[in-house]
């Protein structure tokens, strides 16, 4: 409820919502749009804004998984290293590099489809996106252009707003921006876990 006051504080022009399959994710959407005055069933749920896929570790004992072995292997390149084997759902493991392309793709793909369907392409269409930590910080990390390092470096809590901006600019200033970077001011004065 706190993210939907926040929301509602700022007074956003709210164009399209988008949540993970998840149901914390869609969840949050959900409660948050309410107090947001945006319509909950408006909300697009989408299965290409889940957590990375752990393949064959899903669902797994960490102790049998966090092997030292299978912890070189990670270590050994973070940016690529795909966990083995599919999910008992039948997913296969992802590395960071695929999450990150999977929500970049989406967050251009829905804001110039919006844009293009204005009538007022100069107006920035406001979109939200209520997904998981590890995928936002892999699509930051592109945004960013930063090492793969860095995607473990990031902070990004729990219905913490990071806000990214869109230029058309034909420029060196026109691509992605970061507006704002794991924004939990509306989660002060609540007590610790």
Same mark, same amino acid.
């Given at each position: 409820?706190?993210?939907?006051?926040?929301?509602?504080?700022?007074?956003?022009?709210?164009?399209?919502?988008?949540?993970?399959?998840?149901?914390?994710?869609?969840?949050?959407?959900?409660?948050?749009?309410?107090?947001? +005055?945006? *319509?909950?069933? @408006?909300? $697009?749920?989408?299965?290409?804004?889940? &957590?990375?896929?752990?393949?064959?570790? %899903?669902?797994?004992?960490?102790?049998?998984?966090?092997?030292?072995?299978?912890?070189?292997?990670?270590?050994?390149?973070?940016?690529?290293?795909?966990?083995?084997?599919? +999910?008992? *759902?039948?997913? @296969?493991? $992802?590395?960071?590099?695929?999450?990150? &392309?999977?929500?970049?793709?989406?967050? %251009?793909?829905?804001?110039?489809?919006?844009?293009?369907?204005?009538?007022?392409?100069?107006?920035?269409?406001?979109?939200?996106?209520?997904?998981?930590?590890?995928?936002?910080?892999?699509?930051?990390?592109?945004?960013?252009?930063?090492?793969?390092?860095?995607?473990?470096?990031?902070?990004?809590?729990?219905?913490?707003?990071?806000?990214?901006?869109?230029?058309?600019?034909?420029?060196?200033?026109?691509?992605?921006?970061?507006?704002?970077?794991?924004?939990?001011?509306?989660?002060?004065?609540?007590?610790?876990?």
């Amino acid at each position: 409820m706190k993210l939907g006051k926040k929301l509602a504080a700022e007074e956003l022009h709210i164009d399209e919502v988008y949540a993970s399959v998840a149901v914390r994710a869609s969840s949050t959407a959900r409660i948050a749009c309410q107090q947001a +005055s945006f *319509d909950p069933q @408006h909300i $697009e749920i989408s299965d290409r804004l889940v &957590e990375m896929s752990q393949g064959g570790w %899903e669902q797994q004992d960490r102790k049998l998984i966090y092997t030292s072995e299978n912890l070189q292997g990670l270590r050994a390149d973070r940016w690529e290293f795909r966990p083995p084997g599919p +999910s008992p *759902d039948g997913a @296969h493991g $992802e590395s960071q590099r695929d999450i990150e &392309e999977r929500l970049l793709s989406f967050i %251009e793909e829905k804001v110039l489809i919006r844009r293009a369907a204005t009538n007022n392409p100069s107006r920035v269409p406001v979109i939200l996106i209520f997904c998981h930590g590890l995928l936002i910080k892999a699509a930051l990390r592109g945004i960013l252009g930063s090492s793969p390092a860095m995607t473990h470096r990031l902070e990004v809590g729990n219905t913490a707003v990071t806000e990214l901006r869109y230029s058309t600019e034909d420029s060196d200033f026109g691509g992605w921006h970061l507006e704002r970077l794991n924004d939990i001011s509306h989660l002060r004065g609540m007590p610790l876990k």
